[in-house]
């Protein structure tokens, strides 16, 4: 079924910002989290581009800055994260 690649990254890659990243702190609530999932798309699109690690954790820090309100946050290390998009990179 085409697209089921896509989706399969998408769901991965939502699933690596909820566990790896969560800027707003909500990965212990109960209930389903969809706060992420709105900048999967541009991720995504990133990596599909071949985005280099410095482009990605921009995105990531403009992200926590100018979307989510956490300007604080933009010099904390997202080696791990990015790591693990690079992973899921390959599956693209």
Known sequence: MPGTEREEAERAIDRALL???DPLGVRETPGPHDEYRRFVPGIYSLLARGGSD?????????????????????????TPLVRTLREIERSI
């Open 19 to 21: 566990d790896q990243w």
């Open 54 to 78: 410095v482009q990605v954790t921009r995105l990531l820090h403009q992200l926590e800055r100018d979307e989510l309100g956490h300007p604080e946050l933009a010099a904390r290390d997202l």
